[in-house]
């Protein structure tokens, strides 16, 4: 490649950088919530088969299994919309932890290889987030760490892409 190519390649880089980095960290956090939101919709249109499946499931009647239903729903639209917005993002992100801790158990998926690593990526997604949100310092390119940092979001980056990737 040419000299003058690569100038130019630069050139375009930095300016589609600067004009979609204010954009860019909500789409990652949309990315990383998007599951989640789906699932919390999903919830409100098989409310009957979810609630009918853990009342079945546990035995606990049709009320507890009913609010265990609205708990996922709420649980999981409720902190998604805070963490785009980026409201009571760190409580957001323990709520949702919870959520995937509560649906492991309540649909019996403990041991289930494969929904285990989704759920194991969806931490990694919540890590992600967690990290983001623990304030980063502005460098042009977010969450790229430096030399010779070694500050704790850069640990819990590092650990949330390697349990985000474990769904591959």
């Not at 989640?36 to 009918?52: C, H, I, L, T």
């Not at 957001?92 to 309540?106: I, N």
């Not at 649909?107 to 494969?114: A, S």
Request: charged share 15%.
């Amino acid at each position: 490649m040419s000299a003058e190519l690569i100038k130019k390649l630069e050139d375009y880089s930095d300016t589609v950088l600067r004009k979609t980095k204010d954009y860019l960290p909500f789409l990652s956090r949309l990315c990383l919530v998007a599951t989640f939101m789906e699932d919390g919709v999903r919830m409100w249109y098989q409310w009957k088969e979810q609630s009918n499946y853990i009342n079945h499931h546990w035995g606990c009647g049709s009320f507890i299994a009913g609010m265990f239903v609205v708990y996922n729903l709420l649980g999981q639209i409720i902190p998604s919309v805070l963490v785009l917005a980026r409201k009571y993002v760190q409580v957001s992100v323990g709520l949702l932890f919870g959520v995937v801790l509560t649906q492991t158990v309540g649909y019996g998926i403990l041991f289930d290889v494969r929904f285990l690593l989704r759920n194991v990526a969806l931490l990694g997604g919540l890590v992600l987030l967690l990290a983001e949100s623990m304030g980063e310092a502005k460098t042009m390119f977010a969450g790229v760490p430096t030399m010779g940092e070694n500050r704790p979001q850069n640990y819990m980056q590092l650990a949330g892409r390697i349990l985000s990737a474990s769904c591959s």
